[in-house]
């Protein structure tokens, strides 16, 4: 009961009442009111995520809400790890999944900044075999109703850029339609059936690279939206300019400049007992089991798509950095017109066939590591042109709305076909609270 009284107290209150570990404290505290925020409203979100608990639907979740640079709102609820009895923690460590997505992002342009990298450059300059790559041109055969597909040439090689905006040809196999194309990543070791999702990490850079540039593309590069192995493929890429596991460069470059000290690509030492862990089944497939990824021990390669585990409380210092236009706390990662130029919408005149976006919901466009909303309007949830988010299968996802000057960052351990509801459900509950 302390522990929940707590909680219903605004933060600065809270901190002056019983001050929590130095890892929930990322940002400068500020009352709700003192940056436009209602905590009467800001408080309706323990009740509905508790709702979510109490039905199964996830164990437990981290919220960190800032506003104009300064934390108005940090939560933890439900468990950390129910089988064991264990309560959330503000410093739970979560499996962050495509959240890593935007930080291999920001890594590849730091090269950029440097003119070590260019957007334009073609991926074979620097993978083996990217340069010969084929294309799974489907073929239409009326007579059998069915659809397969020949082998062609790559009208021009995939560039920096493609690889950033997903506009690369290639695919996943967790949600290619294309199953001869699945197979063939399965075979390659892009995915282990009956494993974990969103899983190959037990290759090395080197083996990652060849056994990929050994499968065809799902489309032309640089003509179609399609979320995939992109950003792991930008990993490699930033690894052959820096001469750096794309991990050390992460470490030395991002992480540590922005003490983000519990974000990697493993457990470190200390951590295992921070672990949010899963209920083990998603409520929304008739409980079917699911898994998620092994992070006791470093994997074959970092996962630039798919592989790190960070808390609430850093990937709001690195979501606050990307609100600051590349800097936090006199630490500067970015240039203000790198973040522009990647919280920009780069799909316009593309093949786009399903909206891009972390929400289900249209509106929605995708810039270099993020998805972006285009409008204020379309999108089913609130928010303001040019918003910039993306999330993580494992339950996780943020938000900038730099008109709002809002960051948030809902943090979970729920692998669920349904978690954009999560998502939604947040953004919604936080915006309604702005009274200005």
């Known amino acids: 009961m302390l522990r929940r ?91 962050i999944y495509s959240m890593t997505k935007p930080m291999t992002s920001v890594a590849a342009m730091m090269l950029v900044e440097e003119g070590r990298l260019h957007l334009t450059d073609p991926v074979g300059r620097y993978l083996p075999g990217f340069d010969r790559l084929q294309v799974a041109q489907p073929v239409v055969n009326p007579t059998l109703s069915r659809v397969s597909h020949t082998m062609v040439p790559q009208a021009k090689q995939m560039t920096v850029q493609d690889l950033l905006r997903h506009t690369s040809g290639l695919t996943y196999p967790e949600t290619t339609a294309n199953q001869t194309l699945r197979q063939t990543l399965i075979e390659r070791g892009f995915h282990t059936a009956g494993g974990p999702e969103y899983d190959a990490r037990a290759l090395s850079p080197d083996e990652f690279v060849g056994r990929l540039a050994q499968a065809p593309l799902m489309h032309q590069p640089g003509t179609t939206y399609e979320y995939s192995l992109s950003t792991d493929v930008l990993g490699r890429v930033v690894e052959k300019v ?54 006791s021990r470093p994997p074959g390669n970092a996962s630039g798509g798919a592989g790190a585990v960070s808390t609430a409380a850093d990937y709001l210092r690195f979501a606050q950095m990307l609100a600051n236009g590349g800097q936090l706390d006199g630490v500067r990662i970015l240039a203000p017109a790198t973040v522009r130029l990647m919280t920009a919408d780069h799909l316009a005149g593309l093949n786009v066939p399903e909206p891009p976006g972390a929400l289900g919901t249209p509106g929605y466009g995708f810039g270099l590591g993020f998805a972006v909303r285009l409008a204020d309007g379309v999108a089913g949830v609130p928010g303001n042109a040019g918003q910039y988010m993306w999330a993580g299968y494992g339950g996780t996802y943020f938000w900038v709305d730099p008109k709002a000057e809002l960051v948030g960052v809902f943090m979970s351990a729920a692998p669920s076909i349904q978690r954009a509801a999560h998502r939604r459900l947040i953004q919604t509950l936080v915006h309604s609270a702005l009274m200005e």
């Open 242 to 295: 820096s001469g750096q596991r794309l991990e050390a460069f992460l470490e030395e470059r991002l992480f540590r400049p922005l003490r983000m000290a519990d974000t990697g690509f493993a457990l470190k030492e200390g951590q295992a007992g921070r672990l949010a862990a899963h209920l083990g089944t998603d409520w929304a497939r008739g409980n079917a089991p699911v898994a998620m990824l092994d992070v």
């Open 5 to 95: 009284a707590l909680f219903a107290l605004p933060i600065a209150a809270v901190m002056a009442a019983a001050p929590l570990p130095s890892v929930a404290q990322p940002l400068r505290t500020a009352e709700p009111e003192e940056v436009g925020f209602s905590a009467e409203r800001l408080n309706r979100i323990r009740p509905a995520f508790e709702a979510e608990v109490a039905a199964g639907r996830l164990p437990g979740a981290v919220v960190m809400v800032a506003r104009r640079g300064r934390l108005a709102y940090a939560e933890a609820l439900g468990s950390r790890d129910k089988a064991a009895g264990a309560p959330m923690s503000m410093d739970a460590v979560f499996r």
